[in-house]
């Protein structure tokens, strides 16, 4: 059985854990800066809390990285030259050369790298894909996201402090454009250019927003919206691509399957429930041991978590230069 | 250890739905299938990489450990009987049978062969269905007043609508599915039923009922109304729904079973149409099936289950005809 050790105790790497904890591996144990965390996390979800992170790595034949962006270099080097297979968080890193020397050290050691770019196992996103992948739309030339809610306070805790930190989280399309511009590659193929506005340098406190425009090498266009400048709340996903013989949409404000409004408040919890096979956490992570056990490539190669870094920081200096940046030049 | 499954009959629509899931599912081997059509089974044996079987027989000498009954109606019990003699797993399509006398002598001959019979109610696998059981189980409604359904589909033509083959039309259809799930939500049963049922409302070239209004009373206290109608036109952006809208004390729960969907427009001539995404409710009922022969233990939705739904409707068509409500006896 495979040992998984989680690097990073925060609060994906719950959301990891609950999906491990129903796969077949066993939780080897956590490792943490702040060395109280990873044993709160051993207690609440098993395994043991290393205080240095090679001697998680010996225990373990799966790192999974789950720290936060900035953080991501160290381990994911270490476990490579450790010889570890790894999972990391989306983005892989925070620049395309960190990106770059990773995918390269990882080929020289040959250790499986999958990154957890989750939206390609929602099964909204997946069902979307497909019917693109079936033909059914034809050729595809407009495609459209929308991913917006509110700024990411996390209790208001450090976390929260390392969102509003620019230099450590990339802000919006770094955390959040990132998700669709990945998905947007994933159906439409290689973006050529991007050009992008948004807030990155207008100064407003704990908030971010950016508008895409995504050029594909096919010839189609993208549409990007990624928001934490809407209000509060679920975030809202909106997603459409009209093909020469066809469109397909959908929008997380359609009406769910499920909708309870109670006497002493009407605000109604609406929900779309999901079969358990359906979590998308859960999908991503069964679908890596899947392709492990079988020696099939990823869903998400190493080289998709390169390219969606680079065209992200090409919409980052897009904005910044108020000029269209061609994807096959761009470096960071 | 794959689990082997084979397939006796292509008439039910269902029965592509299962072969996708039959393939999808890990660990199980379809080892054959079997329909009077000859061409019909073998381009769809081909389709789905198994078998095509000459006759029941010749399915049923494979030994499957499951054997998924989909043909008309009015064949269940032929085919189920025959089956319960050889496979000791049964999935029978929904309704049980054409008449409660069928439907209790299959649950008889199933019990004394030891094969164990369950129905095909995948609604109950629908994740907000399944919700909605355990929000009920934890008392989230309090005393829950009604229950109005909704069961509405399109025509689906063939031997639906020759009662011979089908037992009745929208009817018999559409009635089982809900019943079902009310029954399983409160463990409880239909104590009285009456019915508005229209005859050609929607199709008048054809001697079936297409519309029908139920209202029912459970045990439980609770009632309700279900719309069984094969109303929804050719065109239309779905197959059908089932949508359950109860209040109780605390609030007011409505479940949609089939969403969520995309919205697509495709195809020729082009139309508008859902796609539903996620695991399908059937995806859940063929899991379930596999389970239960996995592990040996007892069906999850059981032949009684079938039964009971089934004398519903058979309970609505005989309002109809006597205009009075109709009760049902539970000994």
Not at chain 1, 48 to 58: I, K
Not at chain 1, 101 to 125: D, G, K, N, S
Request: hydrophobic content about 45%; glycine content about 8%; charged content about 20%.
């Amino acid at each position: 059985m495979h040992r998984v050790g989680i690097v990073g105790a925060g609060s994906i790497s719950r959301v990891h854990a609950a999906a491990w904890a129903r796969l077949p591996v066993e939780l080897a144990g956590w490792h943490d800066v702040v060395p109280e965390a990873a044993v709160a996390a051993a207690e609440r979800w098993g395994g043991r809390a290393f205080d240095v992170l090679e001697d998680l790595l010996a225990a373990s034949d799966i790192v999974d990285v789950c720290t936060n962006v900035a953080a991501h270099p160290e381990p994911v080097l270490a476990a490579a030259h450790a010889g570890k297979t790894i999972v990391c968080e989306k983005p892989l890193a925070r620049t395309v050369a960190q990106c770059e020397e990773i995918l390269a050290v990882c080929t020289e050691r040959q250790v499986p790298l999958f990154v957890a770019h989750v939206v390609r196992f929602f099964p909204e996103f997946e069902a979307a894909w497909r019917t693109v992948q079936a033909g059914t739309i034809g050729k595809p030339g407009m495609m459209r996201t929308v991913r917006a809610g509110g700024f990411p306070r996390m209790g208001g805790g450090a976390a929260a402090r390392r969102y509003a930190d620019f230099e450590q989280s990339g802000g919006v399309i770094m955390d959040v454009g990132i998700h669709d511009i990945d998905f947007h590659r994933w159906c439409m193929g290689e973006v050529e250019r991007v050009f992008a506005r948004g807030l990155l340098e207008a100064g407003v406190p704990e908030c971010d927003h950016a508008l895409l425009v995504l050029r594909f090498e096919s010839g189609a266009i993208g549409h990007i919206e990624a928001s934490w400048a809407h209000t509060p709340g679920r975030t809202r996903t909106h997603l459409e691509i009209a093909g020469d013989q066809g469109l397909v949409a959908w929008d997380s404000r359609d009406p769910a399957s499920l909708s309870w409004r109670t006497r002493t408040d009407n605000m109604p919890m609406t929900r779309n429930t999901l079969q358990e096979a359906d979590h998308p956490y859960f999908a991503e992570l069964a679908h890596f041991l899947d392709c492990l056990d079988k020696g099939c490539e990823f869903r998400v190669t190493p080289h998709d978590a390169l390219m969606a870094v680079k065209v992200s920081q090409a919409a980052l200096h897009s904005i910044r230069t108020g000029q269209p940046v061609a994807i096959a030049d761009f470096r960071d | 250890m794959a689990v082997r499954i084979g397939l006796c009959s292509l008439d039910h629509l269902h029965a592509m739905s299962y072969l996708a899931c039959l393939a999808e599912v890990p660990d199980i081997d379809l080892v054959g299938i079997w329909d009077d059509d000859k061409k019909l089974r073998e381009a769809t044996a081909q389709r789905f990489n198994t078998q095509a079987c000459a006759s029941l027989q010749d399915l049923l000498d494979r030994n499957p450990d499951g054997v998924i009954v989909c043909s008309a109606n009015a064949l269940h019990r032929e085919h189920v009987e025959a089956a319960a003699q050889l496979t000791p797993y049964i999935l029978c399509e929904k309704p049980i049978a054409t008449s409660a006398a069928d439907g209790q002598a299959m649950i008889d001959v199933c019990q004394a062969a030891g094969a164990k019979l369950q129905i095909a109610f995948p609604v109950r696998f629908a994740p907000a269905v399944a919700e909605a059981k355990r929000m009920l189980d934890a008392n989230r409604l309090g005393r829950v007043y009604s229950a109005a359904c909704t069961n509405q589909g399109f025509n689906p033509g063939r031997w639906f609508v020759n009662r011979e083959q089908s037992g009745g039309g929208a009817v018999i259809d559409h009635t089982v599915h809900v019943v079902d799930l009310l029954r399983w939500f409160w463990d409880t049963e239909v104590v009285e039923v009456y019915a508005e049922i229209g005859l050609g409302f929607f199709r008048p070239d054809l001697d079936i009922d297409d519309a029908g209004l139920l209202s029912f009373r459970l045990a439980n206290g609770v009632y309700g109304t279900l719309d069984t109608s094969w109303s929804r036109p050719e065109g239309h952006h779905s197959w059908g729904n089932v949508i359950l809208e109860l209040v109780g004390s605390e609030g007011v729960l409505s479940v949609d079973a089939f969403r969520p969907h995309l919205d697509v427009t495709a195809g020729t001539p082009r139309r508008s149409y859902w796609h539903p995404w996620g695991r399908s409710p059937d995806h859940g009922l063929i899991d379930d099936f596999a389970d239960m022969i996995r592990t040996g233990r007892e069906p999850s939705i059981s032949g009684h289950d079938g039964l009971q739904a089934l004398r519903v409707a058979l309970a609505a068509y005989e309002s109809a005809q006597t205009g009075q409500p109709v009760a049902l006896d539970h000994d």
